[in-house]
């Protein structure tokens, strides 16, 4: 039985909303942040590239 068999297709969906939430929820809060604090934030973006 493959994946379609376990999981209906509504758990899928319910899954991949709130991935797709969760992710634009921690994306908006990095940048909220930078936005706020854009002394540090360059700091970061510089230890996050390195």
Same mark, same amino acid.
């Given at each position: 039985m493959g994946f379609k068999?376990? %999981?209906p297709r509504w758990v899928t969906a319910v899954l991949g909303i #709130?991935? *797709?939430l969760l992710t634009a929820a921690?994306?908006? *809060?990095?940048?909220?942040?930078d936005y706020i604090d854009l #002394?540090?934030?360059t700091i970061w973006?510089? %230890?996050? #590239?390195?």
């Open positions: 068999g376990r %999981f #709130a991935q *797709l921690i994306i908006g *809060l990095e940048l909220g942040s #002394a540090h934030g973006i510089g %230890f996050w #590239a390195g």
